[in-house]
């Protein structure tokens, strides 16, 4: 057994075409708040987990993106290396923390970010 907390899935994030098409789309049918960063990011609370809009080309996973909160981000990413993960996008910084994106050996892109 593991003495570690475990990690949480803390948000789903969509990559989009339009980035405030399908933000206001979600908020209208669902009732989500919307928090826009910027021209190419938003992100929807209220659905129980928090949802975000990726509208920039450049940053989108292809398909929807799990984000897994971890106590540490460097520990972390040893796990992924060791278990056969490959990292696709070094650690950065975004507004609430640090992440990194990752394929597991699936073929799955995912997420592991820390709060700063």
Same mark, same amino acid.
């Given at each position: 057994m593991q003495d570690r907390t475990p990690d949480q899935i803390t948000m789903v994030e969509f990559p989009s075409t339009s980035m405030p098409a399908t933000a206001e789309f979600l908020a209208t049918v669902c009732g989500w708040s919307p928090t826009v960063y910027g021209t190419s990011y938003t992100d929807l609370t209220g659905g129980g987990i928090e949802v975000g809009?990726? !509208?920039d080309d450049d940053e989108q996973s292809p398909a929807p993106l799990m984000v897994i909160l971890v106590a540490d981000l460097a520990e972390a @990413? !040893? @796990? #992924? *290396? %060791? %278990?056969g !993960? #490959? #990292?696709t996008l070094e650690p950065f910084s975004f507004p609430g923390g640090r992440r990194f994106h990752f394929r597991e050996p699936g073929g799955n *892109? +995912? %997420? +592991?970010?820390v709060p700063e």
């Open positions: 809009i990726q !509208g @990413r !040893g @796990r #992924v *290396e %060791a %278990a !993960g #490959v #990292v *892109e +995912m %997420a +592991m970010w």
